[in-house]
C-alpha cells in the first residue's frame, strides 16, 4: 500500500503527518512522495483562516481528481471545524482531531487495509531524509484552554492534553537512532503541558535532556505565559537551544485586551529581559497581528516602539483577517485593507532592519551550524544551516565535510548578499 502524507499549516499538523509516517511505515505501508502516484492519501488541513480552508479544500478536490483509484482520508482542523461539508468531496474518511493519535489504527480498521509488519522496511534512515529534512518536530502537547478572540485553533484542537514523558522520549531516541540531530517540540499551548497531568513543560524537557541523547533540543511556538518557575534554568544544558519563539501578537494593551490575550506588553518585557539577563545570545522572534479590528493609528505606534524596544530577531507579520466562528470576526471597527497593507508594510520594513543589526553584531563569532539537506556529500558552494540560537547562515563548503545533517563549527564571518543571513566559514581544525 503506497500511502501519501500531505499535511498544511502548523508544525503539530507535520509532526503528526512525520508520526504517521512512522506507524504506515510500521505496518509494511510505503510512504511515497507529494508527486508520486498512491493508493491511499492522508491530509492534514488547516484553517487556521479562510484562505487556509480554500487551500485545503483545493489539495483535496487536486488530490482526488489526480488520483481517483486512491482512498482519501481527511483530518486536521478543517476537518474538527467543518466534517459534514467534506462528505461527497470523495472523501473515504473523516478522522478528527481527538482522534488523531489512532489515525493509523482507525484508517487500516475502517477501509480493511491489511497490516503487513514483516514487510515494514527496517532501513534505519528516517523518511524525514527522503524528504529533504534533518530536523524533526514532535507533538508534545494539544489543545488550549484559553480563548483568544482571533483564535480557532482553540475551538478546533479541543481541551489541553499532553503526551505521556516516556513516549516522548521514546520518539525522540528513535529519531535520533534514525540519524537527526535536531528536534523541536510543539504544542498548540506548549507552555500548558502537563495541564492534565502533575507535570509541567521544564519536568519534560529536564527528562528527555537526562534520558535521550539528541544533540539539539528546540522548543516549538511558546505562548509567553504559563511558563514553568524553574523554566530558565532549563537553558544551562546547552543541548537546550537558546532561541525562543513568543507570539506577542500587539504591542497595544488596548488591543491585546481586545485579542483576549493574557500577557501585556509589560510582562512581555519582562520576561524578555529576564531570559536575555540568564541566556547569553537568546534570540526571541514573534508573532505580530496587523490591523485587529479596533487598532487605531496610537496602538500601532505603540506596535512599532514596544518591537524596536524588544529587538526581535525575526517577526512573523501576519495581516489580521475575519475569521468565521470567532468573536474577534464580529467585532466592530474592522480595519480597511490599505491601512492593513501599510501598517504591514512599515512592520517588515522594521523587522528587516532589526535582524540585519542583530546578524551584524554576530560577525567574528563562532557557531555551531547544523547544515540543512541531506547528508550526500554532494560538492556545493555553500550549504544552509542554523546556529543554536536560530540565526540562518550559509556555510562556504570548501571544507572537506561540509554536507547535509552536520554539525559544522564555523566562524560568521559577514552578512550574506541578501542581508538576511550571515556567511559562515568552517573552522579548521589543525591537522
Ligand atoms: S493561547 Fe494560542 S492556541 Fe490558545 S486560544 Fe490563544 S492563540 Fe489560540
Redesign the pocket.
Known amino acids: 500500500m503506497r500511502v501519501k502524507l500531505l499535511s498544511l499549516g502548523c508544525r503539530l499538523n507535520e509532526a503528526e503527518s512525520e508520526d504517521w509516517a512512522d506507524r504506515f511505515q510500521a505496518q509494511g505501508c510505503q510512504v511515497v512522495g507529494d508527486e508520486d502516484p498512491a493508493d491511499l492519501i492522508v491530509i492534514n488541513t488547516c484553517a487556521v483562516t479562510q484562505q487556509a480552508v480554500r487551500k485545503s479544500r483545493q489539495i483535496l478536490r487536486r488530490s482526488h481528481r489526480v488520483n481517483p483509484g486512491a482512498r482519501l482520508i481527511v483530518s486536521g482542523c478543517l476537518a474538527a471545524l467543518e466534517a459534514e461539508s467534506l462528505a461527497g468531496e470523495g472523501v473515504d474518511l473523516v478522522v478528527g482531531n481527538q482522534d488523531k493519535d489512532r489515525l493509523v489504527e482507525i484508517a487500516l480498521d475502517a477501509l480493511a487495509i491489511p497490516s503487513m509488519p514483516e514487510l515494514a522496511i527496517t532501513n534505519d534512515a528516517s523518511p524525514l531524509f527522503t524528504r529533504g529534512r534533518q530536523r524533526a518536530f514532535v507533538k508534545v502537547q494539544d489543545g488550549?484552554r484559553?480563548?483568544?478572540t482571533f483564535?480557532i485553533?482553540?475551538q478546533a484542537r479541543g481541551e489541553e492534553r499532553s503526551r505521556p514523558v516516556s513516549e516522548a522520549v521514546a520518539a525522540i531516541t528513535r529519531l535520533h537512532r534514525a540519524g537527526l540531530q535536531e528536534v523541536v517540540l510543539t504544542g498548540?499551548?506548549l507552555g500548558g503541558y502537563g495541564s492534565d497531568t502533575d507535570g509541567d513543560l521544564a519536568a519534560l524537557v529536564s527528562r528527555i535532556l537526562a534520558e535521550t541523547e539528541i544533540p539539539r533540543l528546540r522548543l516549538g511556538s511558546l505562548?509567553p505565559w504559563d511558563l514553568p518557575d524553574d523554566f530558565w534554568g532549563l537553558f544551562a544544558d546547552a543541548r537546550l537551544m537558546p532561541h525562543l519563539h513568543l507570539p506577542l501578537q500587539s504591542g497595544s494593551d488596548h488591543v491585546l485586551r481586545r485579542m483576549a490575550r493574557r500577557c501585556k506588553t509589560d510582562e512581555f518585557a519582562r520576561l524578555v529581559a529576564r531570559g536575555r539577563a540568564l541566556i547569553p545570545d537568546l534570540n526571541i522572534t514573534t508573532d505580530i497581528i496587523v490591523g485587529f479590528p479596533g487598532e487605531d493609528v496610537d496602538d500601532w505606534r505603540r506596535t512599532l516602539a514596544f518591537a524596536e524596544v524588544m529587538r526581535f530577531g525575526h517577526i512573523h507579520v501576519f495581516s489580521y483577517s475575519p475569521r468565521a466562528g470567532t468573536l474577534a470576526a464580529t467585532l466592530p471597527d474592522q480595519v480597511d485593507a490599505g491601512t492593513k497593507r501599510q501598517r504591514c508594510q512599515d512592520l517588515q520594513a522594521l523587522a528587516v532592519r532589526m535582524k540585519g543589526e542583530i546578524l551584524r553584531a554576530q560577525i567574528g563569532k563562532r557557531a555551531r551550524v547544523l547544515c540543512e539537506g541531506p547528508d550526500d556529500g554532494e560538492r556545493r558552494e555553500s550549504r544552509f544551516g542554523y546556529t543554536p540560537n536560530y540565526l540562518p547562515v550559509h556555510v562556504v563548503a570548501d571544507a572537506p565535510g561540509v554536507t547535509g545533517n552536520r554539525l559544522i563549527d564555523v566562524t560568521l564571518t559577514g552578512l550574506a548578499a541578501s542581508g538576511d543571513a550571515m556567511v559562515g566559514q568552517p573552522v579548521r581544525r589543525p591537522e
Request: charged share 20%; glycine share 0%.
Open positions: 488550549c484559553y480563548r483568544c483564535c485553533t482553540t498548540v499551548h505562548e
